[in-house]
Structure formats: C-alpha cells, structure tokens
C-alpha cells in the first residue's frame, strides 16, 4: 500500500515537471472518419498529370503527388463554411472561355459524405471551381 502511494506520489510529480499537457482535439476530430477520395485526372495535356490518385486526409495519405497541401487546401475551404465539392448553381452567369480539355472525377468520402462530382474546364465557372481545388486537381496552367 505504502509503494502504490509512494508510486502516485512519484508519478503526478513527474506529470507536473513534465509540463501540462497539450489539448485534445475536438471530439468531432477524434470520432471522424477518414476522409478517402479518388481523383482521375484526364486530358490535361500533361501525361505525367493524368491517371488516378487516391488522397486520403485525417490521417493524410493516398498516392496523391501533394497530398499534405491538398488535405490542407481541403480543411481551409471546410473551415471557412465552403464546400469544395458543390456544383456550379443553377443560373450563375459564366464567362465564355475555354479552359481545355482536361477533366476530373472526384469520388469517395470527404467529412462523413459521399463525393461523387466532375470538374470540367469548359467555360469560366468551371476553371474557375478547377482552381479553387488546386492542389487536389493539378494546375494546367491556363
């Protein structure tokens, strides 16, 4: 009996002299799934550009080329209310220019929901929705 009080004695000192310890992270955190999504990138015009990635985020991961700035890119939109993957709304006025060929299918699991979209470059919305995600899509350039 002495030794175990001996022992928490001994222990909360060290926790002390330690320093306190650093905050959890939200219970939000702690209880997500990991964000998992497939990116299929073709006709950009670069062959090194096109083919399948898989980013994995919360913990970062995947094949993705620049997976830690996407997932970073990612959480930015997330925490300023927006969400990445919304199509173009109805209406919206675009400017006619053409961005090129490329085009990007975005699908898997982002924050507990399904993604399922495609990002085409086909007039200035578009380029301008594909630039808004880069790093996940790549920069063409235009």
Known sequence: ML????FAVTSALAAAA???LPPLPPLGRLL???DRLTIDIANS???RVDGEYRLECRPVG???PEA???CARLEELADAGENPFAPTPRGQMCTFQHGGRATARVTGTWRGHKVNTT???EDGCGIARWKRLEPVLPGTGS
């Open 68 to 70: 830690e700035q996407a």
């Open 45 to 47: 015009g670069n062959p």
């Open 119 to 121: 990002f085409q470059r």
């Open 62 to 64: 995947g094949n993705h």
């Open 18 to 20: 330690a320093g306190p």
């Open 32 to 34: 997500a799934t990991p």
């Open 3 to 6: 030794r175990l009080a001996a």
